[in-house]
Protein backbone atom coordinates (compact mmCIF):
# COMPACT_ATOMS: atom_id res chain seq x y z
CA UNK A 1 0.00 0.00 0.00
CA UNK A 2 1.23 3.44 -0.51
CA UNK A 3 -0.06 6.47 1.64
CA UNK A 4 0.42 9.95 -0.16
CA UNK A 5 -0.86 13.09 2.25
CA UNK A 6 -0.93 16.45 0.77
CA UNK A 7 -2.46 19.65 2.17
CA UNK A 8 0.12 21.29 3.52
CA UNK A 9 1.28 24.38 3.33
CA UNK A 10 1.86 28.42 4.65
CA UNK A 11 -0.73 29.59 7.26
CA UNK A 12 -1.20 32.66 9.43
CA UNK A 13 -1.41 31.84 13.15
CA UNK A 14 -5.64 31.53 13.64
CA UNK A 15 -6.23 29.74 10.32
CA UNK A 16 -6.87 26.41 8.81
CA UNK A 17 -5.53 23.41 6.67
CA UNK A 18 -6.94 20.24 5.90
CA UNK A 19 -4.69 17.53 5.62
CA UNK A 20 -5.44 14.46 3.17
CA UNK A 21 -3.89 11.15 3.24
CA UNK A 22 -4.84 8.88 0.15
CA UNK A 23 -4.36 5.14 -0.07
CA UNK A 24 -3.59 3.63 -3.06
CA UNK A 25 -2.43 -0.32 -3.99
CA UNK A 26 -4.60 -1.84 -1.31
CA UNK A 27 -7.66 -1.02 0.84
CA UNK A 28 -7.00 0.46 4.12
CA UNK A 29 -11.06 -0.19 5.54
CA UNK A 30 -9.99 -2.13 7.63
CA UNK A 31 -7.08 -0.65 9.34
CA UNK A 32 -6.65 1.86 12.41
CA UNK A 33 -5.23 5.04 10.75
CA UNK A 34 -3.01 7.71 12.25
CA UNK A 35 -1.78 10.87 11.84
CA UNK A 36 1.99 11.91 13.08
CA UNK A 37 4.04 14.94 13.22
CA UNK A 38 7.73 15.87 13.40
CA UNK A 39 9.09 18.96 13.89
CA UNK A 40 12.28 20.43 13.52
CA UNK A 41 14.68 18.67 15.95
CA UNK A 42 12.29 16.94 17.41
CA UNK A 43 10.83 13.47 17.71
CA UNK A 44 8.06 12.20 15.56
CA UNK A 45 5.00 12.38 17.62
CA UNK A 46 1.08 10.94 17.47
CA UNK A 47 -1.45 13.58 16.58
CA UNK A 48 -4.65 11.67 16.00
CA UNK A 49 -6.29 8.29 15.20
CA UNK A 50 -9.33 6.88 13.78
CA UNK A 51 -10.65 3.71 13.80
CA UNK A 52 -10.97 1.56 11.11
CA UNK A 53 -15.08 2.08 11.16
CA UNK A 54 -14.34 5.77 12.61
CA UNK A 55 -16.25 5.28 15.58
CA UNK A 56 -13.32 5.90 18.00
CA UNK A 57 -10.54 8.72 17.71
CA UNK A 58 -8.10 10.08 20.09
CA UNK A 59 -5.85 13.10 19.93
CA UNK A 60 -2.84 14.75 21.50
CA UNK A 61 -3.85 17.29 24.31
CA UNK A 62 -2.31 19.61 22.43
CA UNK A 63 -4.48 19.62 19.13
CA UNK A 64 -7.92 18.09 21.18
CA UNK A 65 -10.57 20.34 20.09
CA UNK A 66 -8.82 22.06 17.06
CA UNK A 67 -8.22 19.01 14.88
CA UNK A 68 -10.33 16.50 13.77
CA UNK A 69 -9.76 13.68 11.81
CA UNK A 70 -11.91 11.87 9.57
CA UNK A 71 -12.05 9.16 6.92
CA UNK A 72 -13.88 7.98 3.77
CA UNK A 73 -13.44 4.33 3.44
CA UNK A 74 -15.09 4.63 -0.19
CA UNK A 75 -12.16 6.84 -0.85
CA UNK A 76 -9.80 4.98 0.71
CA UNK A 77 -8.79 8.59 1.94
CA UNK A 78 -7.95 9.94 5.73
CA UNK A 79 -8.33 13.29 6.85
CA UNK A 80 -6.77 15.92 9.37
CA UNK A 81 -9.12 18.88 9.43
CA UNK A 82 -6.84 21.52 11.73
CA UNK A 83 -8.46 24.72 12.83
CA UNK A 84 -6.79 27.54 15.10
CA UNK A 85 -3.32 26.65 13.85
CA UNK A 86 -0.42 27.66 16.27
CA UNK A 87 2.91 28.30 15.26
CA UNK A 88 3.99 25.77 17.49
CA UNK A 89 1.75 23.45 14.93
CA UNK A 90 4.38 23.86 12.52
CA UNK A 91 5.90 20.22 11.45
CA UNK A 92 6.15 17.87 8.83
CA UNK A 93 2.73 15.68 8.94
CA UNK A 94 2.56 12.13 8.01
CA UNK A 95 -0.49 9.55 7.77
CA UNK A 96 0.21 5.95 8.70
CA UNK A 97 -1.75 2.50 8.80
CA UNK A 98 -1.85 -0.15 11.21
CA UNK A 99 -0.11 -3.06 11.23
CA UNK A 100 -3.05 -5.37 11.08
CA UNK A 101 -6.97 -5.79 10.08
CA UNK A 102 -9.11 -4.53 12.90
CA UNK A 103 -6.49 -4.90 15.33
CA UNK A 104 -5.69 -2.43 17.21
CA UNK A 105 -8.71 -0.69 17.06
CA UNK A 106 -6.73 2.42 18.20
CA UNK A 107 -3.70 3.41 19.27
CA UNK A 108 -0.80 6.23 19.32
CA UNK A 109 2.43 3.62 19.57
CA UNK A 110 4.12 4.18 16.18
CA UNK A 111 5.39 0.86 16.03
CA UNK A 112 2.22 -0.55 15.95
CA UNK A 113 2.11 1.47 11.98
CA UNK A 114 3.46 -0.36 9.55
CA UNK A 115 3.12 2.16 6.33
CA UNK A 116 4.29 5.74 6.43
CA UNK A 117 3.36 8.09 3.92
CA UNK A 118 6.27 10.60 2.93
CA UNK A 119 5.17 13.61 5.03
CA UNK A 120 3.77 17.07 4.01
CA UNK A 121 4.92 20.34 5.38
CA UNK A 122 2.85 22.36 7.47
CA UNK A 123 4.17 25.87 8.49
CA UNK A 124 2.56 28.33 10.76
CA UNK A 125 3.30 31.85 10.80
CA UNK A 126 2.61 34.08 14.08
Known amino acids: VQLQASGGGLVQAGGSLRLSCAAS????????MGWFRQAPGKEREFVAVISWNADTTEYIDSVKGRFTISRDNAKNTVYLQMNSLKPEDTAVYYCARGLGPYYPKVTVDLKLYGYWGQGTLVTVSS
Open 25 to 32: GRSVSTYV
